[in-house]
T-cell receptor, first 112, second 114 residues
Framework: DVKVTQSSRYLVKRTGEKVFLECVQD?????MFWYRQDPGLGLRLIYF???????EKGDIPEGYSVSREKKERFSLILESASTNQTSMYLC???????????FGPGTRLLVL | AQSVTQPDIHITVSEGASLELRCNYS??????LFWYVQSPGQGLQLLLK??????LVQGIKGFEAEFKRSQSSFNLRKPSVHWSDAAEYFC????????????FGSGTKLNVKP
């Protein structure tokens, strides 16, 4: 079974702090994704990566950056956290075309 | 532009009743369609997917979905709902014409009455 893990289930940070969310997958998948989930808005794509060191902006990249130094690990960085970044963050991985996306358990981030 | 619409935000059904969750998509090419379920505080779990072939697909937990190209729909059904089905359900379309991207609906929250 594919396993996608996220470094924290819950995080509380202060406004202005730099925040790192980490995601690790164990199936050698090429593609990895970061979404944020807010009530009534579904999942919105922040960034994705289709290979090591390769990244593309999703639909809402402002205020975020990402890093993919190793194939199995995809990090989401909030350079200076703001209260409007309070949300549930979901990481996912995907083997390739016509494959299934697998999700981690999510990180619920509260920015005070 | 690609989009997915789930017109029902909340649905309440009685345990043992049948269920249908609606999903409409907008996508120019052949759609790859998915239904996911999310229990409270959890990530998303794949229920079923449609890539090609038989338009009625079976999934886990007794769910099925029917792809109707003429209606741009991919509705999820279950003949008899169990209390454990209470969760949020997301429909998604996979777009592989450029990069591998997915577009999700806003979700339907299912409540099950005893």
């Amino acid at each position: 079974d594919v396993k996608v893990t996220q470094s924290s289930r819950y995080l509380v940070k202060r406004t202005g702090e730099k925040v790192f969310l980490e995601c690790v997958q164990d199936m050698d998948h090429e593609n990895m994704f970061w979404y944020r989930q807010d009530p009534g808005l579904g999942l919105r794509l922040i960034y994705f990566s289709y290979d090591v060191k390769m990244k593309e902006k999703g639909d809402i990249p402002e205020g975020y950056s990402v890093s993919r130094e190793k194939k199995e690990r995809f990090s989401l960085i909030l350079e200076s956290a703001s209260t409007n970044q309070t949300s549930m963050y979901l990481c996912a991985s995907l083997a390739g075309v016509q494959e299934t996306q697998y999700f981690g358990p999510g990180t619920r981030l509260l920015v005070l | 532009a690609q989009s997915v619409t789930q017109p029902d935000i909340h649905i309440t059904v009685s345990e043992g009743a049948s269920l249908e969750l609606r999903c409409n998509y907008s996508y120019g090419a052949t759609p790859y369609l998915f239904w996911y379920v999310q229990s409270p505080g959890q990530g998303l779990q794949l229920l079923l997917k449609y890539f090609s072939g038989d338009t009625l697909v079976q999934g886990i937990k007794g769910f099925e979905a029917e792809f109707k190209r003429s209606q741009s729909s991919f509705n999820l059904r279950k003949p008899s709902v169990h209390w454990s089905d209470a969760a949020e359900y997301f429909c998604a379309v996979g777009a592989w014409d450029n990069f591998n991207k997915f577009y999700f609906g806003s979700g339907t929250k299912l409540n099950v009455k005893p």
